[in-house]
């Protein structure tokens, strides 16, 4: 019933002053669990199929579950590919049918990252697909925290590369990581607003499990739009399965216990949920 444009659920969450949450997920099981957290919690939702992680889970595969569990969702649910690595990659993922796309150049210099970027830009909203850019740089936490300072987003530059590519959306780097943050993470909130008054497409914060629910709720009143979550929503359900595979003996082993990890990353999914101010919003 309800695929939706990761475009149009981020303009309603603007104006309703919300965050959508996006979740990364690699198999049908966690797909599931995302969208059963979103229809309990009636919230739009984004699947976010993360670019190395579609070496498991297959571009097409990946694209035509996704399309399903979306069609059949009571919410809108979005299709999403999370930091593409190359042209090839987002270009068959916009075969297959995703509804958007990442294309992650931030690890190049700027030009280099704006022509990529641009190029995407123009074949993707030919077919109404929408497209996320990053400038500066999330790296991973264990990378530590003076890189991460190094390649924090810088206001003027991010106000330059959203003009030259038409990105519909923008990855920032403000003090965020990928990965469990080693310290607690300190986000640089001045940058985010210096961001977001020269920037006119929604915000995206990469790297959120681990910041701490009151500098999300900070975050997002000053522009974050789309908040990435992978790395808890994720070990939980890696965790949950472990544990509940190590209590089971007999000889068929694996099905009840993915239905228990399942469930345990739904609980995960609806918990952000309700911080972002998306529940109640579908
Ligand atoms: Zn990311």
């Known amino acids: 019933m309800s695929l939706a444009n990761q475009s149009d659920l981020l303009r309603e969450a603007q104006a309703g002053g919300y965050a959508v949450g996006a979740f990364n997920v690699f198999n049908l099981e966690t797909a599931q669990a995302v969208v059963a957290a979103a229809e309990a919690e009636h919230s739009p939702v984004i699947?976010?199929?993360?670019?190395?992680?579609?070496?498991?889970?297959?571009?097409?595969?990946?694209?035509?579950?996704?399309?399903?569990?979306?069609?059949?969702?009571?919410?809108p649910v979005a299709v999403h590919l999370d930091h593409g690595a190359s042209f090839a990659r987002v270009v068959r993922c916009i075969r297959a049918g995703y509804t958007s796309v990442m294309y992650d150049g931030s690890r190049l210099p700027f030009d280099e990252n704006v022509a990529a970027t641009r190029r995407i830009v123009e074949i993707a909203h030919h077919v109404d697909v929408s497209v996320e850019g990053e400038i500066g740089h999330v790296g991973r936490a264990a990378e530590g925290e003076e890189r991460i300072e190094e390649w924090l987003t810088r206001p003027r530059e991010a106000a330059d590369f959203v003009e030259a590519t038409g990105v519909d959306?923008?990855?920032?780097?403000?003090?965020?990581?990928?990965?469990?943050?080693?310290?607690?993470?300190?986000?640089?909130?001045?940058?985010l607003e210096a961001i977001n008054r020269l920037v006119d497409v929604p915000l995206v914060l990469h790297g959120s499990s681990g910041i701490p629910e009151a500098d999300l709720r900070r975050a997002i009143e000053l522009g974050i739009r789309k908040?990435?979550?992978?790395?808890?929503?994720?070990?939980?359900?890696?965790?949950?399965?472990?544990?509940?595979?190590?209590?089971?003996?007999?000889?068929?082993?694996?099905?009840?216990?993915?239905?228990?990890?399942?469930?345990?990353?739904?609980?995960?999914?609806?918990?952000?949920?309700q911080i972002f101010g998306s529940s109640g919003k579908a």
Request: proline residues 2%; glycine residues 10%.
């Open 169 to 191: 959306c923008l990855a920032v780097a403000i003090g965020n990581a990928h990965g469990f943050y080693r310290e607690e993470p300190k986000l640089d909130f001045a940058r």
């Open 227 to 273: 908040v990435n979550v992978g790395t808890e929503t994720l070990t939980a359900f890696g965790a949950a399965l472990r544990d509940s595979l190590a209590q089971t003996s007999g000889p068929i082993r694996g099905l009840g216990q993915l239905s228990d990890a399942r469930a345990v990353m739904q609980g995960r999914v609806q918990s952000y949920m």
């Open 47 to 75: 699947l976010l199929m993360y670019d190395s992680h579609l070496d498991h889970f297959g571009v097409e595969e990946s694209a035509a579950l996704g399309r399903m569990l979306a069609e059949k969702a009571q919410v």
